[in-house]
Structures are given as C-alpha cells and as structure tokens.
C-alpha cells in the first residue's frame, strides 16, 4: 500500500537535487574543524593535503569560508607531516570513485530551496497519484497543502531531502488518521461499574462487506480477553442471515437471539439486551441487515434500531476495497446514527490503502479493527504506526 508514494518522492528529490536552487552557506569553523578530523581519521591519523592546493579545484563548485583559515593555521603541524605522502594521497584520489577532502565538504555543506513553481508541478502529479490510489478528493487536497507548507522555501541539505520529504508526509498522515480507543478498556469501564448493564455494540454496513463474519470475529477477539458475549440476529430481512449468524454462535460456543424473518429487528436487539442482564453476559452484539447508503427508508429503520437498543458503540463496517464509494456510504451512515468507529474488512487484499486514509478523515471517526481473512482470528486491532509502516514510509 502507498508504496508508489515513497517511489515519487524518490525520483523528484532526484531531479530537485540537480535543479533547484543551492543555497551558499558560512560554515561555523566547529564544523570544518569535525571535517578536518574526520579526514585524518580516514587517513591513519594524518590530514590530507594541501588546502591551498585542493581549494583551486573545488573553488567553482562551493565558497570557502573565510574561517577556514583559522582551522588550516590550527591544523598547520598536521599538514606539514603530510608532504610525505602526499603523491600517495594524490593516486588515491585519482581512482574512480574517490572522494577528496574537498568533495567530501561540499557534500555535507551543500544545501537546496525547494521553490512554488517546482512544488507546483510535482503537487500535480502526486494529487493525481493519490486520487488513483483511493484518497478522496478533500484528504489528498490536505495532504498536498500540508506537504507544501512544510518544504517550499525551506533549505535542505541536499543528501537528505528525501528523507526530510517521507518525514514530512509520514506525519501529515499520521495526524490526518484518528486515533483509536481502547475498546477493551471502554467494555471494563462499563461492565466493571455496573455488572447488570450489559455492554452494547450495533454493527452496520452496506451489502456484502462481510459484516456478520465481523462480528463473529469480534466476539472471538471478546472471549479470548475473557468476556462473555451474546449475538443479536436483527437482520430479519437477508435470507438465511439468521442460519448464519447461527453457525457462528455455535462454532464459538456463542448464544444467538433470534426472531422469524419479518420481525420487527430493534425487538430482537432489545430481546437480547435482556437475555444479557438475566444472564449476567458482559457484551451484546447486534446484527443488522445491509442496506445501501442512498436507501433513506432503510437507514431510518436503523436509526430505530439505534434509539431502542441505546448501544454503546456503533460500528460502520465497509470493504477498504471499495474506494471512494466507501468514503460516501460511511458519510451516509454516520448522518443516520451517529457512529462511534470504523470496521474496514479486506484489508488483506487492499494494495491502496487509501480508504483507510479517508474514511476516519472525513467522518473524525477512528478506524478500530482490520480485518484480514476469513478465520475468526483474522481480526486486528488497528495500529497507526504499524499502517504507516506498511504504507512504506
């Protein structure tokens, strides 16, 4: 995911380093000093040769700063050992490849400034490459205004522009992401206070994002950190919805509520709410049936479901597949009943990630779990800096 990103930056820094603008510098004789030791270092303790001597080579490509006499007067005994070997010194620097004392300043002093106009033209390409990659419209104008704030004027050494850029844009990215809560901290806060309240979580989603295969996961991720979980089947409408939510709950050793098709599904919520308390069941996980985002009638009847059953938490589940269309349904989802987090399935799949990038921007919503595969432990918790990471910045 995202790796085009780092391979853009890449080749423009390239072109950049050759033509944006060098910026001459006074280097602080501190600083020539360190150089000075560095090549005698180098050289078995010994210093190069002659500055005066090497300065008419290199005095077209860098300005030498008038300090740089006070550190050749310091380091004059060392340079008077040198004449011995300097023919060596000489060889050395004429094979291919080698650096001179000289070219060795240059490198670390030289520094660019990128101008508008340079960062106009690579904007260009790089909103186009973001949009390409599932970036809604608005986050990759973000990006792009960010990113230019942080780098056009400014001065860079040149060997590190590159790095400088993938810092710049990796935390541009990271404050666009939300950052997620600790869903388990949020169910201990509830069920540790008030052990009769069961803790609520409504699931809901477009058609055939894999959502009722979500919630199985989920309640496998609750058992395992020890909370015992009851699933509401309240897709009354998708056939064999119910059979399937069934298969789940006794695969995991999970008790399902359930109505016939038809029923009213805000009563099979509030029907499993009150199995939970009886029975003294940490976590209540209800199942909706998909519905499209532009099905106005539809996100009423779960708008109901919501105000009945009071939960907790309300989850969008989506495809981080699916694009910019993702960005639209999760808008259309958050307007109807307000949701609290972001479930992306196939995310294993997903090369983009730019999905992921917009979903939590344009709501302010955070991304809470991943999914990854088909078994119940393909499920992750998600992580801002491990989705960086795989983004390759």
Not at 121 to 126: F, K
Not at 248 to 273: N, Q, W
Not at 327 to 356: H, N, P, R
Request: include cysteine; charged fraction near 35%.
């Amino acid at each position: 995911m995202f790796k085009f990103l780092k391979e853009k930056i890449s080749g423009w820094t390239k072109k950049v380093a050759k033509e944006a603008e060098t910026v001459d510098i006074e280097e602080p004789v501190e600083d020539v000093e360190k150089s000075l030791e560095e090549e005698k270092s180098e050289s078995g303790g010994q210093a190069e040769t002659s500055i005066k001597k090497q300065s008419k080579r290199t005095e077209k490509e860098i300005k030498i700063p008038e300090k740089f006499d006070v550190a050749k007067q310091k380091y004059e005994p060392d340079l008077e050992k040198v004449k011995e070997i300097e023919k060596e010194i000489s060889k050395e620097e004429a094979k291919p490849g080698t650096k001179s004392f000289f070219d060795k300043i240059t490198s670390k002093i030289q520094k660019i400034k990128i101008s508008e106009k340079e960062f106009e033209v690579y904007s260009e390409e790089l909103k186009m490459l973001l949009l390409e990659n599932n970036v809604a419209f608005e986050v990759a104008d973000k990006i792009i205004e960010e990113l230019k704030t942080e780098i056009v004027g400014k001065e860079f050494l040149k060997k590190e522009i590159e790095a400088e850029i993938n810092e710049s844009l990796k935390n541009i990215i990271r404050g666009i992401l939300i950052e997620p809560f600790d869903i388990i901290e949020r169910i201990k806060e509830k069920t540790q206070d008030q052990a009769k309240e069961p803790f609520v979580m409504l699931f809901s989603g477009v058609n055939g994002t894999g959502k009722t295969t979500t919630i199985a996961k989920i309640a496998s991720f609750l058992t395992k950190k020890g909370f015992s979980c009851v699933l509401a089947a309240a897709d009354t409408f998708r056939a064999a919805s119910i059979e399937q939510l069934e298969k789940h709950g006794d695969r995991l050793g999970i008790k399902v509520i359930s109505h016939a098709y038809g029923s009213d599904p805000a009563s099979v919520g509030f029907d499993a709410i009150q199995y939970a308390k009886k029975n003294f069941v940490n976590v209540v996980l209800i199942d909706t049936a998909g519905r499209m985002h532009t099905e106005k009638n539809l996100l009423k009847e779960i708008e109901k479901i919501s105000k009945v059953c009071k939960p907790d938490l309300k989850f969008f589940v989506g495809e981080s597949i699916t694009g910019n269309d993702s960005v639209e349904q999760v808008k259309s989802f958050d307007w109807a009943i307000q949701i609290d987090g972001i479930i992306l399935t196939k995310a294993d799949v997903d090369e983009k990630g730019g999905s992921a990038l917009s979903v939590g921007f344009v709501t302010k919503k955070p991304i809470i779990f991943l999914g990854t595969g088909q078994e119940y432990e393909n499920i992750e918790v998600f992580n801002k800096e491990k989705f960086l990471t795989e983004l390759g910045l």
